[in-house]
Nanobody
Framework: VHLVESGGGLVQPGGSRRLSCVGSGDSLDDYAMHWFRQAPGKEREGVSCITPGNYVHYADAVKGRFTIARDSAKNTVFLQMNNLNPADPAVYFC???????????????WGQGTHVTVSS
């Protein structure tokens, strides 16, 4: 599966942004899809994942603000981010695995990600 992230950019504090992860080569519906993020000088951290059965999980830092969802017809997974705050700027990556885990996947072949900046 080849994944391409997009949708990042500059957002004002309290603003919203929707990230997209478009897949090719296989159906993303067969996988647990994840969003991770990595801020400068910090380790990559799990943000959210959605199982093949569409159960969702969120990191505590984003619960109530971020929403993960699939669009099967577009073979795309979205991350809707609302009420962005200064803790959210990072490069955001998507990943596919057979199971959900916000602990990360050390051997995963990460893509380029998409950069989100929060600033007034």
């Amino acid at each position: 599966v080849h994944l391409v992230e997009s949708g990042g950019g500059l957002v004002q504090p309290g603003g919203s942004r929707r990230l997209s992860c478009v897949g090719s080569g296989d159906s993303l519906d067969d996988y647990a899809m994840h969003w991770f993020r990595q801020a400068p000088g910090k380790e990559r951290e799990g943000v959210s994942c959605i199982t093949p059965g569409n159960y969702v999980h969120y990191a505590d830092a984003v619960k109530g603000r971020f929403t993960i969802a699939r669009d099967s017809a577009k073979n795309t997974v979205f991350l809707q981010m609302n009420n962005l705050n200064p803790a959210d700027p990072a490069v955001y990556f998507c990943a596919h695995e057979l199971f959900c885990s916000l602990r990360g996947f050390p051997a995963y072949n990460w893509g380029q990600g998409t950069h989100v900046t929060v600033s007034s």
